[in-house]
């Protein structure tokens, strides 16, 4: 029913609604949806209904970590003329044959060019320039003495120690950029060097893919915000921090719609706010609990749920579908999340975050993973793939180790806090041993750093 938007409010779902027995009504209402996905299969599922989002045109200051929309070409050569990579003295070679310590060749300096300046004199023989790195090399000379290997006399007069070779200390024409070049294509992400570039190259602006708006609404009677009155057995709803941090990392702009009560007109309030966004991202939100009405109303306001529940701990109430009839652009995309907090930020980690990645216009879309000896052996039933939160620390040999950071409980936050990776603990296997090697996804680059450079 989920599937076919004309008929959704067929035979199938009065079923349901006369049916008293809890468990009838769940497997009824859940016939309709793929269920019991595994990872990968969720993966394709949502990825093949992401759009990439569209162009906008930013300040290049403002572009950091976006991706390129457009090919950048130099309109410009750099440097636009020889210049001096050195502070010293522009020369002839041939002047300064048979310089050394020993028997240094005097020359006068007949002017000086400092960066910036044209190149407007010329350099006779018997005569030195005076040069700032940066600066045009002035025709007539073909090398550059750097000042260490100077010692100034009186008069204007200046003795050179070494001997230089044909344009030493010159940085060539055109040695960085020819105007005209591709200097960067689109996909591009857009990262110190790369806003630098743009800079150098006079663009102020510049065409970069859009950063997916994602409207997070948290669900249940039972939360407050965290500057609320928590006794009486209320819950202080954090996943709208965690969820919103989350977008902020990857650049994507959260937009907090608030607690909804678990009241289906307070739902349907709260969702209709996010229907302008690219990703609605609910958690605690389409379960089939009693108290769940989440999922009527975005049926209510033409979802199509496209599957509910991966075989992966922790997380496996994962709903997803989307709005429209575009196969390839369903948004506003909806996530239902788990409510848990370890459950929603992890779900979040492995499905929301490639969505959000590839709207951005990313090439990869998912965290890196790296081997890693496992700490201690670990042991769980076949059937779901596990995200078994680890410390990673280095052996004496500089080896990564994957150690569990303790409860792997939904609920506790603080195993996550302290988790730098997760290790994949695959559905079919039941037993991980001490010292074998396992695949975990990375958390935290700076498990690749160290104290200092190490060389
Ligand atoms: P539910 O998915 O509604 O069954 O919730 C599962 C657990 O997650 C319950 O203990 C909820 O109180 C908790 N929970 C739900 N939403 C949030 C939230 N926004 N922040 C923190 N915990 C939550
Ligand atoms: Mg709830």
Redesign the pocket.
């Known amino acids: 029913m989920w599937g076919c938007p004309k008929n959704r409010h067929s035979s199938g779902l009065a079923g349901w609604r006369q049916t008293s027995d809890p468990g009838a009504l769940t497997a009824l209402r859940l016939a309709a949806v793929r269920t019991g996905l595994s990872v990968s299969e969720a993966h394709h599922a949502i990825l093949g209904v992401t759009p990439v989002l569209g162009a906008e045109t930013l300040t290049t200051r403002g572009a950091q970590g976006r991706v390129l929309a457009e090919p950048v070409f130099s309109d410009r050569t750099l440097p636009p003329a020889d210049c001096s990579a050195m502070d010293g003295y522009a020369v002839r070679c041939a002047d300064l044959a048979g310089a050394s310590a020993s028997s240094p060749v005097w020359l006068r300096v007949a002017f000086e060019v400092p960066a910036g300046a044209q190149a407007d004199r010329t350099l006779e023989s018997q005569q030195a320039a005076r040069i700032f790195t940066g600066a045009p090399i002035p025709p007539g000379a073909d090398t550059v003495v750097k000042q260490e290997d100077t010692d100034a006399g009186e008069g204007g007069r200046v003795a050179f120690r070494v001997e230089p070779g044909s344009r030493d200390h010159v940085r060539d024409t055109g040695e960085d950029l020819r105007s005209g070049d591709r200097v960067l294509e689109p996909g591009r992400v857009l990262g110190s060097a790369e806003l630098g570039l743009l800079a150098s190259l006079g663009r102020s602006v510049v065409a970069v893919r859009q950063a997916p708006r994602v409207a997070i609404l948290?669900?249940?009677d039972?939360?407050v915000e965290p500057d609320g009155d928590p006794s009486g057995g209320r819950?202080?709803?954090?996943?709208?921090y965690t969820l919103a941090a989350q977008c902020r990392e990857i650049g994507a702009e959260p937009i907090y719609l608030g607690i909804a009560r678990d009241d289906p007109d307070d739902i349907e309030v709260h969702l209709r706010a996010g229907m302008r966004a690219d990703c609605i991202v609910s958690?605690?939100g389409v379960?089939v609990?009693d108290h769940d009405h989440v999922r009527p109303v975005l049926e209510k306001l033409g979802c199509r749920l496209e599957f509910w529940g991966v075989e992966m701990k922790p997380g496996y109430?994962l709903a997803f579908g989307g709005f429209g009839d575009d196969p390839s652009d369903r948004r506003p995309l909806v996530f239902g999340l788990?409510?848990?907090?370890v459950s929603?930020s992890v779900t979040f980690d492995q499905f929301v975050r490639p969505a959000l990645r590839k709207m951005m216009g990313h090439k990869t879309l998912f965290r890196p993973t790296i081997r890693a000896r496992l700490g201690e052996g670990l042991e769980k039933k076949a059937g779901r793939l596990h995200f078994v939160r680890v410390r990673l620390d280095r052996d004496e040999a500089g080896e990564l180790v994957a150690s569990s950071t303790g409860s792997q409980s939904s609920?506790v936050l603080t195993s996550l806090t302290a988790a730098q990776g997760l290790l994949i603990f695959p559905a079919d296997e039941t037993s991980l041993v001490a010292g074998q090697s396992v695949i975990v996804q990375v958390l935290d680059n700076d498990v690749f750093g160290g104290h200092s450079a190490g060389f």
């Open positions: 948290s669900g249940g039972e939360l819950i202080v709803s954090s996943n709208s958690s605690a379960s609990g109430p788990p409510g848990n907090p929603a609920g």
